[in-house]
């Protein structure tokens, strides 16, 4: 079982050229003439390979596991969208992403700081506990946290500790004192306080590093999903927990989605991210995906999702195709 964070416990990818629209291979431009407000954004190409009308081709090597179909990609400010043809190769891709960069984290300083959301994030994290990545991962080096909790029982089904128990943590050999689950026998408020306090104890001992720009902790992954209002982790739209600029673990105990008691990172937090993908599937996440990388700005209201701009670090949207529909 997880380590609880109460102290009373224990405490390359390739560089993209610019390539004019007309100058793409026709397959692909036919998918930018279906979707005209992508041809209006900086389209990148990395080494093209294409093969079916309306699907956005482009040989991204260094995201790609074998036998998985090379993504469409689009980027807009620091950011980089991938379009996948389905979740499931968006899910190969994924493992790939997350084991490369476990190799590159172990190598660079021996661990590997991970922090996960709950919701449909869980499910296209499957193929990284199966083969090849599942055996080869440096599992004993890796440190897993939790980008927002929903403050119940660790076993109750709102739980997002139980949700990633259940489909991830239970197949993998993380050492269960790397694995940093709430403590829910307190208040929201208490938890919320725990977990920063824990945080600040692995800064302590070298686990976790300070972001020497923000002077917030600096996570080496966040692999975090999105919800179909834009928010991420519990920061939902509109909401004053936004604007948190000094706490880097804060509560709500009225969250607008249920359960209402949760705890939850910060923006300054998650912006100092090394790493971060932002994985939306499914047509309910279309209207979010088109808001945060179409070329017309409805509002001028920033989603949460909107919000994530990391200080130094690189930032990747993993998409289906009918998350992307509206693109
Ligand atoms: O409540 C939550 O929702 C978001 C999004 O969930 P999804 O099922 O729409 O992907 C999730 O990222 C967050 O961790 C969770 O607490």
Redesign the pocket.
């Known amino acids: 079982m997880a380590r609880s964070l109460s102290f009373s416990l224990i405490s390359s990818f390739l560089r993209p050229f610019p390539t004019p629209t007309s100058e793409l291979p026709a397959n692909l431009r036919s998918f930018f003439t279906v979707n005209p407000s992508l041809s209006r954004e900086k389209i990148t190409l990395k080494s093209a390979t294409f093969s079916s009308v309306q699907s956005c081709r482009i040989s991204t090597s260094a995201l790609m596991a074998s036998g998985t179909t090379p993504p469409g990609l689009l980027t807009k400010g620091d950011s980089e969208l991938l379009v996948f043809d389905s979740e499931e190769e968006l899910s190969n891709s994924l493992a790939k992403y997350t084991a490369d960069l476990s190799k590159k984290f172990c190598l660079e300083r021996g661990a590997f700081t991970v922090v ?6 869980v499910k296209s994290l499957r193929k990284l506990v199966e083969t090849p990545y599942g055996d080869s991962i440096d599992w004993g080096k890796w440190h897993i946290f ?5 403050v119940v029982p660790k076993d109750h089904p709102d739980s ?1 500790y139980k949700l990633v128990f259940d489909g991830f943590l239970s197949k993998v050999q993380i050492p269960a004192s790397q694995v940093y689950a709430i403590n829910d026998s307190l208040s929201a408020e208490g938890a919320a306080d725990d977990y920063e306090s824990c945080l600040k104890h692995l800064v302590n001992e070298g686990v976790l590093l300070l972001s020497p720009a923000t002077g917030f902790p600096k996570f080496d992954l966040m692999l ?5 209002d834009g ?4 920061l939902f739209p509109g909401h004053s927990l936004l604007t948190e600029n000094e706490r880097w673990v804060t509560f709500i105990n009225n ?1 607008p ?1 249920p359960p209402p008691k ?1 705890i ?1 990172f910060t923006f300054p937090v998650i912006n100092s991210s090394a790493y971060v993908a932002l ?3 499914g047509a ?2 279309a209207d979010v995906v088109h808001r945060a990388f179409g070329s017309k700005n409805s509002s001028s209201v920033l989603l949460p999702v909107q919000m994530v701009k990391l200080d130094n670090g690189t930032l990747t949207w993993f998409t289906d195709k009918a998350a992307a529909s509206k693109l």
Request: overall charge positive; proline content about 3%.
């Open positions: 996960l959301s709950g919701g449909s994030l939790w980008v927002d909790e929903r997002n975090l999903g999105m919800g179909p928010h991420i982790a519990s969250s989605k949760r939850t994985v939306a599937t309910g996440k």
